[in-house]
C-alpha cells in the first residue's frame, strides 16, 4: 500500500469496516462507506479530465461531501487546495488564479469566474455558470466508470495540498505540503494525544484549515468516530458531546470561552471526556483552570502553523501538562530558539527568541514564491515561524508573541499577547485583543478592546487598576474600549489587525489615563 493521504482511508476501511467514520448533521458514513464513495468521486474526477498532479480546489462547508472530496482528490492523484468556506468569491478566485486549478468544488449558491483559468465548477452551481457539474452527479459519474479506472501511483514526496495562509498582510501565500509530511504529522499527533480506535472526537474546526485537518486525518487514522460540526455553536458542540460520548473535543480558544458563557453548562454530562485540545491562540491560565473545572477534563495547549502541516509542539496525554506552555516539540522534529535579528545565534535559556523548526512536516515552500520561501527557510532546512518564545529548564515552550505583533513605545518592547492574558485574569472580563495605535510622543501605545462575561460588569478604570498591579507601567494600555465580541477569522481565531481607521486616533494621548 502507498504511503500517502490518498490511501489512509482505504487501508482504514479495511481495518475498521462497518464502524461509524463521520457523523455530521446530514448523516452517517461507516469507514466503508465513506471510503466507496470517495473512490466513486476519485473515478469521476479522472473522467473529467483531471490528471495526477493537477490542482483543485475544496471549497464547501464541514460536512460529508468535504470530507468525501477531500479524499476522492487525493485518491485521482490531484492536488487539493482547501479553501475555508467563509472566505470570499474573490478571495477563493485569487487561490484559484495562483495555484492554477483545474477544478473547484464551490458552495451552494456560488459561482467561481477566474480569468486566469479553464475551470470546472462542482457542486450546486448556479444556472448558467459555464463548466458546472452537480457533486452527486460526479458520483454517479464515477460510479458508472469505476471498472474502467485504476488508481494512480502517488509517491510520499509528491504534492498532497497546498493550503493559503491566512493573508492578513497582502496577499495570502500557498504553503506546499507532502504526503509524507501530513502523513507524519497525524501520527505523532496521535501518538502525542493517545488517540485510539475507541475514541469519539467533536471538532466544529474548519476541514479546510491546517488545524481541523489534522483533526480529520488523525480520526481516520486511528479509526476514531469523529463528529464534525458545520461551524461554531456552543449548544451544538455540548450536546453533540453528551449525545455521542464524545470521549475527546477539540477547538481553539474561543470556542471553549464560550462554552464558558453558556448559562445551562453544568446540565450536561460530559462525563466521557478524558481530553480536551486546544490551538490557535494562547489563553489565561485562570480560563484554562476554569475550563478544567466546569468540563471536567484535562485541557491540553498545542502549538501548530500551515507551514507545519498541522502541530509543531504539543503535551504528551500520559505525562505532565503545564497550563499556560505550548508543549513540547513533535517526535523527530528539532527545534532552536534563536536571535531574531541574528538567527544563527540562539539565545540563552529562559531568553525570548524566535521559533525555529526543522524536520519531515516542514513544507516544501511557497507555491510559485521563490523568494517568499527563501526569507522563511535557509539553506539548512530551518523554518522561520515569526512566534517569539522561551523554554525553561524541562524544555517546555512558552509563546510569547508573533514577531509583527511587537508593539514599540517609547523605546519599550511590549507583548500585546501577554497584556491580554494579565487583563483575561481579571475576573470579569471573557476575553480581550491589545493592538497598537499611533502617537506623536511614544511611536505607538497600547489599545484594548475587552468583552465582559454575561451578568458582570466594570469600567475602563477597573480594568486600568488590575493593571497597574500585574503590568510594568510602560505596558499598561493607554486606550480601554469594551465590546460585545472580539473581530475573528475563519477558525474562531481572533483577529488583531483591523483597518487602520479602527486602531488610529489622531490625538491619543487625551484619550489616555
Known amino acids: 500500500m502507498q504511503p500517502a493521504i490518498g490511501n489512509l482511508l482505504e487501508q482504514s476501511a479495511r481495518r475498521f469496516g ?10 452517517t458514513l461507516t469507514f466503508t462507506e465513506l471510503d466507496r464513495l470517495s473512490t466513486r468521486l476519485a473515478a469521476g474526477l479522472a473522467d473529467a479530465g483531471v490528471r495526477p498532479g493537477d490542482r483543485v480546489t475544496l471549497w464547501l462547508e464541514n460536512g460529508w461531501r468535504w470530507v468525501v472530496a477531500y479524499f476522492g482528490i487525493l485518491r485521482a492523484g ?6 475555508n468556506s467563509l472566505l470570499t468569491v ?5 487561490m484559484v488564479a495562483d495555484c492554477g486549478a483545474r477544478v473547484a468544488f464551490v458552495r451552494p449558491g456560488k459561482s ?7 475551470l470546472t465548477c462542482i457542486g450546486d452551481p448556479p444556472l448558467g455558470q459555464a463548466g458546472g457539474t452537480r457533486f452527486d452527479n460526479l458520483l454517479e459519474r464515477g460510479a458508472s466508470g469505476l471498472h ?3 488508481a494512480p501511483r502517488v509517491n510520499p514526496t509528491d504534492t498532497c495540498s497546498i493550503f493559503y495562509t491566512s493573508g492578513t498582510t497582502g496577499f495570502p501565500k500557498g504553503a506546499i505540503l507532502r504526503h509524507e509530511s501530513v502523513l507524519m504529522n497525524c501520527a505523532m499527533t496521535s501518538l502525542m494525544h493517545g488517540l485510539h480506535a475507541e475514541d469519539t472526537v467533536v471538532t466544529a474546526l474548519p476541514c479546510a484549515h491546517v488545524y481541523g485537518n489534522v483533526v480529520l486525518n488523525s480520526a481516520i487514522l486511528a479509526g476514531i468516530t469523529l463528529v464534525l460540526l458545520p461551524r461554531l455553536d456552543e449548544k451544538a458542540i455540548l450536546e453533540a458531546v453528551e449525545r455521542y460520548r464524545a470521549t475527546v ?6 470556542m471553549y470561552l464560550a462554552l464558558l458563557n453558556v448559562a445551562d453548562l453544568e446540565r450536561f454530562d460530559l462525563g466521557s471526556l478524558r481530553l480536551c485540545t486546544v490551538g490557535g491562540q494562547g489563553m489565561a491560565i485562570s480560563k484554562m483552570q476554569e475550563i478544567e473545572q466546569r468540563l471536567r477534563c484535562p485541557l491540553v495547549e498545542l502549538w501548530g502553523m500551515t507551514e507545519l502541516s498541522g502541530l509543531g509542539t504539543t503535551h504528551p496525554y500520559n505525562g505532565p501538562s503545564k497550563l499556560g506552555s505550548i508543549g513540547i516539540p513533535l517526535p523527530f522534529s528539532e527545534i532552536r530558539i534563536a536571535d531574531p535579528d541574528a538567527t544563527e545565534r540562539d539565545v540563552a535559556p529562559f531568553e525570548v527568541g524566535e521559533l525555529l523548526v526543522r524536520g519531515p512536516h516542514v513544507m516544501d515552500g511557497y507555491y510559485n514564491k521563490p523568494a517568499e520561501t527563501a526569507a522563511a527557510i535557509d539553506s539548512r532546512g530551518w523554518l522561520r515561524t515569526g512566534d517569539l518564545v522561551r523554554r525553561d529548564e524541562r524544555g517546555y515552550l512558552y509563546l510569547v508573541d508573533r514577531i509583527k505583533d511587537v508593539i514599540l513605545s517609547g523605546g519599550y518592547t511590549i507583548y500585546p499577547a501577554e497584556v491580554e492574558r494579565v487583563i483575561a485574569h481579571f475576573d470579569p472580563v471573557s476575553a480581550a485583543l491589545a493592538v497598537p495605535v499611533d502617537d506623536e510622543l511614544r511611536g505607538q501605545i497600547v489599545k484594548v478592546t475587552i468583552v465582559l462575561r454575561p451578568g458582570h460588569s466594570c469600567t475602563s478604570e477597573d480594568v486600568l487598576a488590575h493593571c497597574r498591579e500585574h503590568l510594568a507601567a510602560f505596558k499598561i494600555p493607554r486606550v480601554v474600549e469594551f465590546a460585545d465580541r472580539l473581530p475573528t477569522g475563519h477558525t474562531g481565531k481572533v483577529m488583531r489587525r483591523q483597518p487602520p481607521a479602527l486602531q488610529t486616533f489622531t490625538t491619543p494621548r487625551q484619550r489616555s489615563r
Open 18 to 27: 462497518t464502524k461509524a467514520a463521520l457523523v455530521t448533521s446530514e448523516r
Open 78 to 83: 490531484a492536488v487539493v487546495n482547501p479553501a
Open 90 to 94: 474573490d478571495e477563493v478566485e485569487y
Open 112 to 118: 467561481l469566474n477566474p480569468r486566469s483559468t479553464a
Open 148 to 150: 474502467r479506472w485504476t
Open 249 to 254: 473535543l477539540q477547538g481553539v480558544p474561543s
